[in-house]
T-cell receptor, first 119, second 113 residues
Protein backbone atom coordinates (compact mmCIF):
# COMPACT_ATOMS: atom_id res chain seq x y z
CA UNK A 1 0.00 0.00 0.00
CA UNK A 2 1.31 3.42 -0.94
CA UNK A 3 1.70 5.91 1.89
CA UNK A 4 1.30 8.84 -0.47
CA UNK A 5 -2.31 9.35 -1.47
CA UNK A 6 -3.35 11.24 -4.58
CA UNK A 7 -6.82 12.35 -5.65
CA UNK A 8 -8.48 12.17 -8.04
CA UNK A 9 -7.12 9.10 -9.82
CA UNK A 10 -8.57 10.28 -13.11
CA UNK A 11 -9.48 13.77 -14.26
CA UNK A 12 -10.89 14.98 -17.57
CA UNK A 13 -11.05 18.71 -18.10
CA UNK A 14 -11.58 21.24 -20.81
CA UNK A 15 -9.07 23.92 -21.66
CA UNK A 16 -11.07 26.60 -19.85
CA UNK A 17 -11.65 24.64 -16.65
CA UNK A 18 -10.02 25.12 -13.27
CA UNK A 19 -9.28 21.99 -11.30
CA UNK A 20 -6.90 20.80 -8.60
CA UNK A 21 -4.89 17.68 -7.87
CA UNK A 22 -4.33 16.76 -4.26
CA UNK A 23 -1.61 14.80 -2.48
CA UNK A 24 -1.29 13.75 1.14
CA UNK A 25 1.40 11.95 3.13
CA UNK A 26 1.64 11.12 6.82
CA UNK A 27 5.22 9.89 7.01
CA UNK A 28 6.55 13.14 8.45
CA UNK A 29 8.47 13.88 5.29
CA UNK A 30 9.33 17.53 4.80
CA UNK A 31 10.13 17.40 1.07
CA UNK A 32 7.29 16.96 -1.41
CA UNK A 33 7.39 16.84 -5.18
CA UNK A 34 5.23 17.07 -8.28
CA UNK A 35 6.31 15.10 -11.33
CA UNK A 36 4.76 14.87 -14.79
CA UNK A 37 5.06 11.60 -16.69
CA UNK A 38 4.22 10.85 -20.28
CA UNK A 39 3.72 7.26 -21.45
CA UNK A 40 6.91 5.17 -21.52
CA UNK A 41 8.98 8.13 -20.31
CA UNK A 42 10.67 8.84 -16.98
CA UNK A 43 9.04 11.26 -14.54
CA UNK A 44 9.91 14.91 -15.17
CA UNK A 45 10.35 17.08 -12.12
CA UNK A 46 8.00 20.06 -11.91
CA UNK A 47 8.16 21.42 -8.37
CA UNK A 48 9.83 20.67 -5.04
CA UNK A 49 8.62 21.91 -1.68
CA UNK A 50 11.02 21.81 1.23
CA UNK A 51 9.65 22.58 4.69
CA UNK A 52 6.50 23.91 3.01
CA UNK A 53 8.43 26.41 0.91
CA UNK A 54 8.84 26.16 -2.84
CA UNK A 55 12.50 25.30 -3.39
CA UNK A 56 12.55 24.19 -7.02
CA UNK A 57 10.41 25.24 -9.98
CA UNK A 58 11.61 23.61 -13.16
CA UNK A 59 10.41 26.44 -15.42
CA UNK A 60 6.87 25.11 -15.34
CA UNK A 61 4.23 27.22 -17.17
CA UNK A 62 2.10 29.39 -14.90
CA UNK A 63 -1.03 27.44 -15.81
CA UNK A 64 0.29 24.99 -13.20
CA UNK A 65 0.24 26.47 -9.71
CA UNK A 66 1.50 24.46 -6.73
CA UNK A 67 0.46 24.99 -3.15
CA UNK A 68 1.63 23.44 0.11
CA UNK A 69 -0.94 24.26 2.83
CA UNK A 70 0.92 22.24 5.49
CA UNK A 71 3.61 19.63 5.87
CA UNK A 72 1.27 16.79 4.90
CA UNK A 73 -0.54 18.27 1.94
CA UNK A 74 0.46 19.30 -1.55
CA UNK A 75 -1.89 20.65 -4.21
CA UNK A 76 -1.47 21.37 -7.89
CA UNK A 77 -3.93 23.91 -9.26
CA UNK A 78 -4.67 23.65 -12.96
CA UNK A 79 -6.05 26.40 -15.16
CA UNK A 80 -6.25 26.93 -18.92
CA UNK A 81 -4.38 23.75 -19.70
CA UNK A 82 -3.50 22.54 -23.17
CA UNK A 83 -4.08 19.07 -24.64
CA UNK A 84 -0.33 18.43 -24.50
CA UNK A 85 -0.57 18.72 -20.70
CA UNK A 86 -2.39 15.39 -20.66
CA UNK A 87 -0.20 13.03 -18.63
CA UNK A 88 0.15 11.12 -15.38
CA UNK A 89 0.90 13.53 -12.55
CA UNK A 90 2.84 11.95 -9.72
CA UNK A 91 3.28 13.25 -6.22
CA UNK A 92 6.22 12.08 -4.13
CA UNK A 93 7.76 12.77 -0.76
CA UNK A 94 11.11 12.17 0.90
CA UNK A 95 12.98 12.87 4.08
CA UNK A 96 14.56 16.28 3.87
CA UNK A 97 18.32 16.29 3.92
CA UNK A 98 19.19 19.01 6.39
CA UNK A 99 22.94 19.06 5.95
CA UNK A 100 25.81 16.98 4.65
CA UNK A 101 25.88 14.94 7.88
CA UNK A 102 22.23 14.03 7.65
CA UNK A 103 22.00 11.79 4.65
CA UNK A 104 18.62 10.27 5.53
CA UNK A 105 17.47 7.43 3.30
CA UNK A 106 17.19 9.56 0.19
CA UNK A 107 14.26 7.50 -1.03
CA UNK A 108 11.35 8.98 -2.97
CA UNK A 109 7.92 7.64 -2.04
CA UNK A 110 5.44 7.98 -4.90
CA UNK A 111 1.69 8.10 -4.98
CA UNK A 112 -0.34 6.17 -7.55
CA UNK A 113 -0.72 9.26 -9.69
CA UNK A 114 -3.55 11.30 -11.18
CA UNK A 115 -4.25 10.60 -14.84
CA UNK A 116 -5.13 13.92 -16.45
CA UNK A 117 -6.79 14.27 -19.84
CA UNK A 118 -7.23 17.75 -21.32
CA UNK A 119 -9.79 18.00 -24.09
CA UNK B 1 26.18 17.23 -12.32
CA UNK B 2 24.70 13.76 -12.30
CA UNK B 3 23.13 11.65 -15.01
CA UNK B 4 21.79 8.16 -15.45
CA UNK B 5 21.97 6.01 -18.57
CA UNK B 6 19.81 2.99 -19.25
CA UNK B 7 21.06 1.66 -22.54
CA UNK B 8 18.26 -0.84 -23.14
CA UNK B 9 14.88 0.72 -23.81
CA UNK B 10 13.15 -2.63 -24.28
CA UNK B 11 14.10 -6.06 -23.01
CA UNK B 12 12.00 -9.08 -24.03
CA UNK B 13 12.78 -12.28 -22.15
CA UNK B 14 11.14 -15.67 -21.84
CA UNK B 15 9.55 -16.73 -18.59
CA UNK B 16 11.97 -18.39 -16.14
CA UNK B 17 14.99 -17.04 -18.04
CA UNK B 18 17.53 -14.73 -16.35
CA UNK B 19 17.55 -11.01 -17.07
CA UNK B 20 19.89 -8.06 -16.57
CA UNK B 21 18.80 -4.45 -16.90
CA UNK B 22 21.75 -2.12 -17.21
CA UNK B 23 22.23 1.21 -15.47
CA UNK B 24 25.26 3.48 -15.55
CA UNK B 25 25.58 6.80 -13.80
CA UNK B 26 27.94 9.72 -13.78
CA UNK B 27 28.58 11.76 -10.69
CA UNK B 28 31.40 13.64 -9.06
CA UNK B 29 30.11 12.98 -5.56
CA UNK B 30 28.95 10.03 -3.52
CA UNK B 31 25.50 8.95 -4.57
CA UNK B 32 22.50 6.97 -3.57
CA UNK B 33 21.24 4.58 -6.25
CA UNK B 34 17.75 3.24 -6.76
CA UNK B 35 15.71 0.98 -8.96
CA UNK B 36 12.03 1.78 -9.25
CA UNK B 37 9.40 -0.38 -10.94
CA UNK B 38 6.22 0.92 -12.54
CA UNK B 39 3.40 -1.48 -13.39
CA UNK B 40 0.80 -0.35 -15.95
CA UNK B 41 -1.38 2.52 -14.74
CA UNK B 42 0.39 2.74 -11.40
CA UNK B 43 2.91 4.99 -9.69
CA UNK B 44 6.55 4.13 -9.14
CA UNK B 45 7.47 1.66 -6.42
CA UNK B 46 10.92 1.30 -4.93
CA UNK B 47 12.43 -2.05 -5.87
CA UNK B 48 15.79 -1.69 -4.12
CA UNK B 49 18.36 0.90 -3.16
CA UNK B 50 22.04 1.31 -2.43
CA UNK B 51 23.03 3.85 0.20
CA UNK B 52 26.24 2.45 1.64
CA UNK B 53 27.72 -0.78 2.94
CA UNK B 54 27.39 -4.04 1.02
CA UNK B 55 27.54 -3.44 -2.71
CA UNK B 56 25.02 -6.20 -3.40
CA UNK B 57 21.46 -5.32 -2.54
CA UNK B 58 18.42 -7.54 -2.85
CA UNK B 59 14.68 -7.10 -3.07
CA UNK B 60 12.01 -9.33 -1.58
CA UNK B 61 10.85 -10.56 -4.99
CA UNK B 62 14.15 -11.97 -6.20
CA UNK B 63 15.78 -8.99 -7.87
CA UNK B 64 19.29 -7.92 -6.96
CA UNK B 65 21.60 -5.11 -7.99
CA UNK B 66 25.30 -4.60 -7.51
CA UNK B 67 26.94 -1.24 -7.03
CA UNK B 68 30.20 -1.10 -8.95
CA UNK B 69 32.02 2.12 -8.20
CA UNK B 70 34.87 1.60 -10.66
CA UNK B 71 32.44 1.00 -13.52
CA UNK B 72 29.87 3.48 -12.18
CA UNK B 73 27.16 0.90 -12.69
CA UNK B 74 24.16 -0.42 -10.79
CA UNK B 75 22.80 -3.22 -12.96
CA UNK B 76 19.61 -5.03 -11.98
CA UNK B 77 19.42 -8.80 -12.25
CA UNK B 78 16.99 -11.62 -11.65
CA UNK B 79 17.90 -15.27 -12.19
CA UNK B 80 14.39 -16.36 -13.23
CA UNK B 81 11.66 -13.93 -14.30
CA UNK B 82 7.90 -14.32 -14.01
CA UNK B 83 5.09 -12.96 -16.13
CA UNK B 84 4.27 -10.59 -13.28
CA UNK B 85 7.68 -8.91 -13.67
CA UNK B 86 6.50 -7.28 -16.89
CA UNK B 87 6.80 -3.57 -16.15
CA UNK B 88 8.82 -0.41 -16.73
CA UNK B 89 12.02 -0.19 -14.67
CA UNK B 90 13.72 3.09 -13.86
CA UNK B 91 17.18 3.53 -12.44
CA UNK B 92 17.67 6.71 -10.40
CA UNK B 93 20.45 8.52 -8.59
CA UNK B 94 20.42 11.21 -5.94
CA UNK B 95 23.33 13.19 -4.63
CA UNK B 96 22.67 12.43 -0.98
CA UNK B 97 23.04 16.03 0.11
CA UNK B 98 20.00 17.49 -1.54
CA UNK B 99 16.64 16.48 -2.85
CA UNK B 100 17.39 16.24 -6.55
CA UNK B 101 16.75 12.88 -8.13
CA UNK B 102 17.85 11.95 -11.62
CA UNK B 103 16.02 9.22 -13.50
CA UNK B 104 17.20 7.12 -16.39
CA UNK B 105 15.04 6.85 -19.48
CA UNK B 106 13.60 3.53 -18.35
CA UNK B 107 13.69 -0.06 -19.56
CA UNK B 108 10.50 -1.83 -20.57
CA UNK B 109 10.77 -5.46 -19.48
CA UNK B 110 8.38 -7.84 -21.23
CA UNK B 111 8.25 -11.44 -20.02
CA UNK B 112 7.09 -13.82 -22.73
CA UNK B 113 5.17 -16.97 -21.71
Amino acid sequence: DTEVTQTPKHLVMGMTNKKSLKCEQHMGHRAMYWYKQKAKKPPELMFVYSYEKLSINESVPSRFSPECPNSSLLNLHLHALQPEDSALYLCASSQEIKDVWDRGTGELFFGEGSRLTVL
Amino acid sequence: AQSVTQLDSQVPVFEEAPVELRCNYSSSVSVYLFWYVQYPNQGLQLLLKYLSGSTLVESINGFEAEFNKSQTSFHLRKPSVHISDTAEYFCAVSGGNGNQFYFGTGTSLTVIP
